[in-house]
């Protein structure tokens, strides 16, 4: 199978939105009018972001979930993607469950696959992925205002708790593995409630290298602190309910675990009503976890409210 | 260094039209009123698209270079690019050279850096590019006209010497050695060309894979056939004049070659003073080198005038 068959038999769609799609130098695409575009890219690395052993099918839903909570943080509606894809070699099973996974996200979203690029080599997928949001209505990073609440989305540590499973260095019941390995290889990009929370949320970032470390981008750009309350963070484990994480691996997980692909977000105390009403139009869980403060600093509260300290590093690729 | 310095340090800038550029979970962008978006995605690989010995500042140049291309082949206007950047480690030298090549060439097409992703692993440069045209603008492969000519921008084959010089299956004389990989590892992005065929060139596509391989596309997407006139086209080697390159290699190179990155395109003859008026323009010299034909075939026309038949084939990366 040659490389323009290949992405003819797994990847070419009719176009949609497209005025060109797939099959041009370019893809053509005529924005709405009145919209700005959001733009992510993110690149998954054999080896490091995934094991040769994962099911092609997770793989494509996840290289594409990673770009859509990016749209997400950013309360955009995704409209169209490019994939950049370096293959070892045009494996038809691979690659027939790797499609199926990437598209059946796809569609959900009506996020449409519109270009990219088929080449030889170690396996790498880099996905370029464009949404919009009406004139002026993205939510940043830099809009947390001092005594905004603090917000997660969904559940977060799981993901590391796998991780911590397939190094070895714990043991999971089989039931607590299963839920955790489908949060690592499968995560929910949050875009409903990315969009309900447009003129609601202050400040908003998605979760993929840590709640510590991400929050930390959101306090750095928006020039204030914040505090956690640890134990309401602790209790975040989807996991939680299956076995009995013992109290710092949790914190590990929860704090600086990564790969969660949650929303972290501040709104202020009175919009919280509308919080509530977002979460139930998405049928998002959504816990207020703390809030921004004027500390320039990030203090982790303990269940007696006083502050603890703990050694936490967010995800660095070169660290 | 950590995967944010290294950011901050070599990719990160002020954003410029960009209403958010590197730094928050998405990049936002305004486009501009009663404009299309056209957009294309590259991969290059180490050892597959280049070697491990190639000057950074070339592959930075290259990097952007081959995505701009197909800008050029839809007749758009450069506006932004994402970057997604898999590196063994962060080596300062190479990221010096690499994001001072990728960022000058950014520059000189005032197309802006306004996020990408930076990991770790096999030496890989994912880029997607934006352009755009006035609406209805974009110049496609399906547009070709049964009696159209048929031109090709610059020069073709030289890269491909290259290659076989690298290879050892030639010996070059050092000036034809040196042009040779030049043009190979540093391609001139057709822009200004592409942008002055808009409402003048019928279809158009740009030469990566090689000139036959290339203009395929555009007679499979319009429903034609074309003749080349082979001896026009194997004078179009920049080499020619450095060397005496032989016959059936000198043919191979222009026709098959790939990694030209010039332009195909074909034009109605009643505006083919307009087509000269874009070359010079343009500053990019332009040559006729056959027609379309209603043949459904790729004719190509030895020195006598008759077909020729050659053993020829596009690259396929998993041919």
Tied chains: 1, 2.
Excluded at 130 to 145: C, E, H, K, V, Y
Excluded at 171 to 197: F, K, N, V, W
């Amino acid at each position: 199978m040659g490389e323009f068959d290949l992405i003819e038999r797994y990847f070419k769609r009719p176009a949609l939105r497209a005025d060109v799609g797939v099959g041009d130098d370019c893809a053509v695409w005529t924005p709405r009018l009145g919209h700005q575009l959001a733009f992510s890219a993110d690149m998954l690395v054999e080896g490091r972001h995934f094991l040769s052993t994962v099911n092609p099918h997770h793989l494509g839903h996840k290289s594409l979930a990673v770009n859509l909570s990016d749209l997400a943080a950013c309360g955009a509606t995704p409209q169209a993607f490019l994939l950049s894809l370096s293959l070892p070699r045009a494996d038809e099973a691979w690659l027939a469950g790797f499609s199926k996974g990437l598209l059946e996200l796809a569609d959900l979203h009506a996020c449409e696959l519109i270009g990219g690029d088929t080449t030889q080599g170690p396996l790498n997928i880099a996905i370029t992925v464009m949404g919009d949001t009406p004139q002026g209505q993205s939510i940043l990073r830099s809009g947390a205002q001092v005594g905004d609440d603090l917000y997660v989305s969904g559940h977060l540590g799981d993901a590391r708790l796998a991780l911590e499973a397939f190094r070895g260095t714990i043991s999971l019941p089989q039931a607590a593995l299963d839920l955790a390995r489908l949060r690592m290889e499968c995560p929910t990009p949050r875009i409903a409630l990315g969009h309900a929370l447009r003129g609601i949320a202050n400040a908003m970032a998605d979760i993929s290298d840590g709640l510590v470390g991400d929050l930390g981008h959101i306090l750095n750009a928006s020039r204030v602190g914040a505090e956690i309350d640890t134990s309401v963070a602790a209790a975040l484990m989807q996991t939680g309910q299956l076995w009995s994480c013992p109290e710092d691996l949790a914190m590990t997980c929860v704090l600086s675990g990564g790969d969660d692909y949650e929303l972290v977000f501040s709104a202020s105390p009175s919009v919280a009503d509308q919080v509530l009403m977002a979460s139930e139009a998405s049928a998002t869980p959504v816990t207020r976890i703390g809030r921004i403060t004027d500390s320039q600093r990030l203090v982790l509260l303990g269940l007696d409210g006083q502050p603890v300290t703990l050694p936490l590093q967010s995800f660095d690729h070169f660290a």
